[in-house]
């Protein structure tokens, strides 16, 4: 059995060593510069014993060259976070579909990487990454597929181009927190028979936050415009969705009692990939 220093030392967020990561087959060497395997069981599975806990979870990740539209989770299917290191943040890309299992055994043959590193912030990200895959918001079926039907002018589809706006907007947005007909769940038929929407473009209050207070102010503004073009016309008014408000907020001014309201809402929900779109299965 290893021994207990190397089964206490292992934590959530923590990364194989390149060497360890070549040895047990998640890269080859000539890639392991590239690649970072992180441990992703929870510390109380890590440290539990072997006979109850026999397997922890890994997801083997991609270095990239700077944080995008995937920052914060805001896509339960793909995360971008930041490893400390003594020359600045590394970019790390992971995947929920590259998930691994390993003998807790064999991971505590090894120590864990010590120059590269989750502080706090990020760990808490992870985490809440990691639960966003099984728990994530619904909304009515008949809302996304006005969302998914939506037309607008260009060859980029509506849900691309607020792809897009959140991409743009990178580092500094953590996320869309829609107000929904005030949390009422209805499947509504006609087209003047209209949901009520407000959105709220959460922005990052720690790094620079006048930059991110003024590049969510452009997402607003930008998914304003959006919404418009897409669901109001001179002629009939709103149909089908009518935004009522698209206001920047910040994750420091939000209140206990707004974050339970607003539901954040993701674009994988919508099969961005499905060609044609498919109806989403309501959980």
């Known amino acids: 059995m290893a021994d207990s220093g190397r089964q206490f030392s292992w934590r959530q967020g923590d990364l194989l060593t390149s060497e360890a990561a070549v040895a047990l087959g998640y890269c080859p060497q000539d890639d392991a510069d590239a690649t970072f395997v992180v441990v992703i069981s929870h510390d109380c599975d890590l440290t539990a014993e072997i006979e109850k806990e026999p397997q922890a ?116 947005i953590r996320g869309l927190l829609f107000d929904l007909d005030e949390g009422k769940d209805v499947e509504r038929n006609a087209p003047d028979d209209v949901y009520q929407l407000g959105i709220n473009v959460l922005y990052d209050s720690t790094k620079d936050e006048p930059t991110a207070a003024a590049v969510a102010e452009a997402a607003a503004r930008a998914l304003e415009a959006l919404f418009s073009t897409a669901f109001y016309s001179e002629q009939a008014g709103w149909q089908n969705i009518r935004l009522e408000y698209c206001d920047p907020i910040s994750d420091s001014g939000i209140t206990v009692a707004q974050r339970e309201m607003l539901k954040q809402w993701r674009l994988e929900h919508m099969s961005l990939q499905d060609d044609p779109p498919q109806p989403m299965i309501s959980a």
């Open 57 to 172: 979870e890994l997801i083997i990740g991609r270095r990239i060259d700077k944080l995008g539209g995937d920052s914060y989770g805001k896509t339960a299917r793909r995360l971008h976070i930041e490893y400390q290191t003594q020359d600045g943040p590394v970019v790390i890309e992971l995947m929920a579909t590259a998930k691994r299992l390993i003998e807790k055994q064999t991971l505590f043959e090894f120590f864990p990487r010590t120059d590269v590193r989750l502080d706090g912030r990020g760990i808490g990200i992870l985490q809440r990454w990691l639960a966003a895959r099984y728990h994530r918001a619904a909304f009515p079926e008949a809302f996304e597929n006005r969302l998914r039907s939506a037309v607008v002018p260009g060859k980029r589809t509506f849900l691309k181009k607020i792809e897009i706006i959140l991409s743009d907007g990178g580092e500094h």
